[in-house]
């Protein structure tokens, strides 16, 4: 009994009207009728009145026949605003909905409407010329359907100073979960509104935050990032854009025979000149004189940091009396490339025994940056040690012992010699210990002399140079038998690298 009586208001009220286009409804003052389309199709608004009553009809209440008594204007606007659009739409004929143009008589509610194709899932149509736009274009505050019906009724949700408000206003989320990688607003749009990106760890992120790219096509001389940041000089010179040169020295020509060229001992000129562009000059400041003069070599390992040798401080380790040179060929002369720097740090390698000469190894910083370019270019830190067959070359500004000219920077060939045979020579008899190694030609000859200490025994291996060593000893120069000795730079590889974070 009870069921029966709610079933029957239903259907009294809401009666359904179903896939009919261009159809008439008229719904009687009280009344509530959904108007509705199929799947897929829209209603559009033809016109819709209320308190005109053209046609006979069989409202209860409509008793009293009225002619046409004024505008009904504003009941089209309101049914268009209600329905217009929607798959299915319920109206309510009231006098509390719609204006009566004529108050006191019985009013109805008629509504013409068509069913029009959809807009897809995708799309939001526009209420007034049903025209589809994107969804997301709903709500972002500029109106793109000409009514500006996709910025109707867009939830104007208020979001704390903590929070994100979703791009389509549905919500407010916590700051934390915006670009979080997960999804929290409906439209994604906590994950895509101006998250940094993110790149993997094998990937370089360009400055400009726009692009990842493999770490191998950092400082590889082509320009991937927009912004040219992968090859910046600032991130190439951290970044272990190391060891190679844009210059490259040709070491085998007449003039330089490969184990017969003069200093160093026995070496030859640097050619073309600034090919060891990590190749850095150490002046000592000559309280005497006032001047700076030429006193030992260094390997630049950064714009801001180069590495010598610790005994090379023996005279002064007071920063203020030290000047760094980069891009430097000549000995004594001023040159266009030369990059002249202050040492503002020496920091030598902890030595506990009493052999200076062993772990002769110190760190020096700049006052500022050296420029990274053709003349100036770090050389990488070793990655393991040196090897009997390596490829190396010693350069340095020290004493030719009267084998040519002392006012260019010279370079040798120099091969590694095993370490038990070295200790087993005469002279140098069990004085190598694990932090130096030897290097030399049996017959001499070709050496590291006076004034080549703290420079670079550099080792190419797959197309770049390590600092291998540096110049820190021996027993006279260039003699039969006696192979210079050299700090081994792999032992000190993770004290330099923490040195050069400080
Ligand atoms: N101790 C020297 C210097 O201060 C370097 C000597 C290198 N000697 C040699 N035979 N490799 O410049």
Same mark, same amino acid.
């Given at each position: 009994?009870?069921?029966?009586?709610?079933?029957?208001?239903?259907?009294?009220?809401?009666?359904?009207?179903?896939?009919?286009?261009? #159809?008439?409804?008229?719904?009687?003052?009280?009344?509530?009728?959904?108007?509705?389309?199929?799947?897929?199709?829209?209603?559009?608004?033809?016109?819709?009145?209320?308190?005109?009553?053209?046609?006979?009809?069989?409202?209860?209440?409509?008793?009293?026949?009225?002619?046409?008594?004024? &505008?009904?204007?504003?009941?089209?606007?309101?049914?268009?605003?209600?329905?217009?659009?929607?798959?299915?739409?319920?109206?309510?004929?009231?006098?509390?909905?719609?204006?009566?143009?004529?108050?006191?008589?019985?009013?109805?509610?008629?509504?013409?409407?068509?069913?029009?194709?959809?807009?897809? #899932?995708?799309?939001?149509?526009?209420?007034?010329?049903?025209?589809?736009?994107?969804?997301? #274009?709903?709500?972002?505050?500029?109106?793109? %359907?000409?009514?500006?019906?996709?910025?109707?009724?867009?939830?104007?949700?208020?979001?704390?100073?903590?929070?994100?408000?979703?791009?389509?206003?549905?919500?407010?989320?916590?700051?934390?979960? !915006?670009?979080?990688?997960?999804?929290?607003?409906?439209?994604?749009?906590?994950?895509?509104?101006?998250?940094?990106?993110? %790149?993997?760890?094998?990937?370089?992120?360009?400055?400009?935050? !726009?692009?990842?790219?493999?770490?191998?096509? !950092?400082?590889?001389?082509?320009?991937?990032?927009?912004?040219?940041?992968?090859?910046?000089?600032?991130?190439?010179?951290?970044?272990?854009?190391?060891?190679?040169?844009?210059?490259?020295?040709?070491?085998?020509?007449?003039?330089?025979?490969?184990?017969?060229?003069?200093?160093?001992?026995?070496?030859?000129?640097?050619?073309?000149?600034?090919? =060891?562009?990590?190749?850095?000059?150490?002046?000592?400041?000559?309280?005497?004189?006032?001047?700076?003069?030429?006193?030992?070599?260094?390997?630049?390992?950064?714009?801001?940091?180069?590495?010598?040798?610790?005994?090379?401080?023996?005279?002064?380790?007071?920063?203020?009396?030290?000047?760094?040179?980069?891009?430097?060929?000549?000995?004594?002369?001023?040159?266009?490339?030369?990059?002249?720097?202050?040492?503002?740090?020496?920091?030598?390698?902890?030595?506990?025994?009493?052999?200076?000469?062993? &772990?002769?190894?110190?760190?020096?910083?700049?006052?500022?940056?050296?420029?990274?370019?053709?003349?100036?270019?770090?050389?990488?830190?070793?990655?393991?040690?040196?090897?009997?067959?390596?490829? %190396?070359?010693?350069?340095?500004?020290?004493?030719?012992?009267?084998?040519?000219?002392?006012?260019?920077? &010279?370079?040798?060939?120099?091969?590694?010699?095993?370490?038990?045979?070295?200790?087993?020579?005469?002279?140098?008899?069990?004085?190598?210990?694990?932090?130096?190694?030897?290097?030399?030609?049996?017959?001499? !000859?070709?050496?590291?002399?006076?004034?080549?200490?703290?420079?670079?025994?550099?080792?190419?291996?797959?197309?770049?140079?390590?600092?291998?060593?540096?110049?820190? =000893?021996?027993?006279?120069?260039?003699?039969?038998?006696?192979?210079?000795?050299?700090?081994?730079?792999? #032992?000190?590889?993770?004290?330099?690298?923490?040195?050069?974070?400080?």
């Amino acid at each position: 009994m009870h069921i029966f009586i709610v079933f029957s208001l239903f259907i009294a009220f809401t009666t359904l009207v179903e896939n009919i286009e261009g #159809k008439r409804v008229a719904i009687c003052q009280g009344d509530r009728q959904t108007i509705s389309c199929k799947k897929n199709r829209r209603l559009q608004i033809m016109t819709a009145t209320y308190g005109l009553r053209r046609t006979r009809n069989k409202c209860r209440n409509a008793n009293r026949a009225v002619s046409w008594c004024g &505008k009904t204007n504003n009941a089209k606007t309101k049914v268009i605003q209600l329905c217009q659009s929607k798959q299915d739409c319920e109206l309510f004929s009231s006098n509390r909905v719609f204006r009566d143009p004529c108050p006191g008589t019985s009013v109805i509610l008629t509504v013409v409407f068509r069913c029009v194709r959809g807009c897809n #899932k995708n799309k939001f149509q526009c209420v007034g010329n049903l025209k589809c736009i994107p969804k997301s #274009k709903r709500c972002d505050g500029k109106k793109d %359907c000409k009514d500006g019906s996709d910025e109707d009724n867009c939830t104007t949700v208020q979001c704390k100073s903590n929070e994100f408000k979703c791009k389509n206003g549905e919500k407010c989320i916590p700051i934390t979960k !915006k670009c979080d990688g997960y999804k929290d607003c409906s439209d994604n749009s906590d994950e895509l509104a101006n998250c940094p990106l993110k %790149c993997r760890a094998n990937q370089f992120k360009c400055n400009d935050g !726009k692009k990842c790219i493999p770490n191998n096509r !950092k400082c590889n001389g082509n320009t991937d990032c927009a912004d040219g940041s992968d090859e910046a000089s600032a991130i190439c010179k951290i970044a272990g854009a190391c060891g190679v040169q844009q210059i490259k020295p040709k070491l085998e020509r007449p003039d330089c025979p490969k184990l017969e060229a003069l200093r160093i001992v026995g070496g030859c000129d640097v050619r073309p000149p600034h090919s =060891w562009p990590w190749t850095i000059q150490l002046r000592l400041n000559d309280a005497d004189t006032k001047t700076f003069n030429h006193e030992c070599g260094a390997a630049l390992l950064s714009e801001s940091f180069a590495l010598t040798a610790s005994h090379c401080f023996l005279s002064s380790d007071n920063p203020k009396d030290w000047k760094a040179i980069g891009g430097r060929h000549l000995k004594d002369t001023n040159e266009a490339n030369n990059q002249a720097r202050d040492v503002i740090k020496i920091v030598k390698f902890p030595n506990d025994g009493d052999n200076i000469l062993d &772990k002769d190894v110190a760190i020096i910083k700049f006052d500022k940056p050296m420029t990274i370019n053709a003349y100036v270019t770090p050389i990488c830190l070793p990655v393991r040690e040196p090897a009997v067959n390596d490829e %190396c070359v010693v350069a340095g500004w020290g004493d030719v012992q009267e084998t040519g000219n002392e006012d260019k920077l &010279k370079n040798t060939v120099m091969p590694i010699v095993d370490t038990n045979k070295c200790n087993g020579t005469e002279d140098l008899k069990d004085q190598i210990t694990p932090y130096m190694f030897c290097a030399g030609f049996q017959q001499g !000859k070709n050496d590291a002399c006076q004034g080549d200490s703290g420079g670079p025994l550099m080792c190419k291996y797959r197309n770049s140079w390590y600092l291998q060593g540096l110049v820190s =000893w021996g027993v006279d120069c260039a003699q039969p038998m006696l192979p210079g000795v050299y700090a081994n730079v792999f #032992k000190f590889v993770s004290w330099i690298r923490n040195q050069m974070e400080l």
